[in-house]
């Protein structure tokens, strides 16, 4: 079945350093990927998606890249800041035609970013 | 701003004394979803609405049951809840089925006494 694998956290950096999070995913079609930030206390904030191979999802300064070959969809910033301390989530989303989608989620990566 | 509305923010209720969340949207989606998220885990989906059409996730607990009367909201009712359903509920929706994104409300935290 669908399956999303998220980098282990905790994740903690200075600001201004560069971050990755890895995420792999198994899926049987074509799914959607998805980056979701929660800060502490809120819901999940969609921070960015890809729908198709080799699209690159970009905001706030994070990127991500649909990698069909490597079935990843790793996160990047270039420079951290202290306001970026949260958790991520990968996500994919599979087809499930008429009743809506099935979001199968990672477990989270927690990233605290140190002055 | 368009969105999805949860309420109460907070909800403290006693063992077995039924309980029912609030969810509502401005977005005019046809999915509502709700999901159940503990500490430190990912959210776990319970059950979602396309329209009128409700599907529950197979090992979602028969103590959790949904209404949607309209379009624009969603209730989630524990029947009898435990000490093990504290947790934050989570309600999202998304415009159609698919691959289609979803749009989270900012949760309820549900804690049991």
């Known amino acids: 079945g669908d399956s999303v694998t998220q980098m282990e956290g905790p994740v903690t950096l200075s600001e201004e350093a560069f971050l990755t999070i890895n995420c792999t995913y198994t899926a049987t079609g074509y799914p959607s990927l998805f980056w979701y930030v929660q800060y502490p206390g809120e819901g999940l904030q969609l921070l960015l998606k890809?729908?198709?191979?080799?699209d690159k999802g970009s905001n706030k300064g994070f990127e991500a890249t649909y990698r069909k070959e490597t079935t990843s969809f790793h996160l990047e910033k270039g420079s951290v800041q202290v306001s970026d301390s949260a958790v991520y989530f990968c996500?994919?989303?599979?087809?499930?035609?008429?009743?809506?989608?099935?979001?199968?989620f990672g477990t989270g990566t927690s990233l605290t970013v140190i002055p | 701003d368009a969105m999805v509305i949860q309420n109460p923010r907070y909800q403290v209720t006693q063992f077995g004394k039924p309980v029912t969340l609030s969810c509502s949207q401005t977005l005019n989606h046809n999915v509502m979803y709700w999901y159940q998220q503990k500490s430190s885990q990912a959210p776990k989906l319970l059950f979602h609405y396309y329209d009128k059409d409700f599907n529950n996730e197979a090992d979602t607990p028969d103590n959790f049951q949904s209404r949607r009367p309209n379009t624009s909201f969603c209730f989630l009712d524990i029947r009898s809840p435990g000490l093990g359903d504290a947790a934050m509920y989570l309600c999202?929706?998304?415009?159609?089925?698919?691959?289609?994104?979803?749009?989270f409300g900012p949760g309820t935290r549900l804690t049991v006494l």
């Open positions: 999202a929706t998304s415009r159609s089925g698919g691959t289609d994104t979803q749009y």
């Open positions: 996500a994919l989303s599979d087809r499930r035609g008429y009743t809506g989608n099935q979001f199968y």
């Open positions: 890809a729908t198709k191979a080799d």
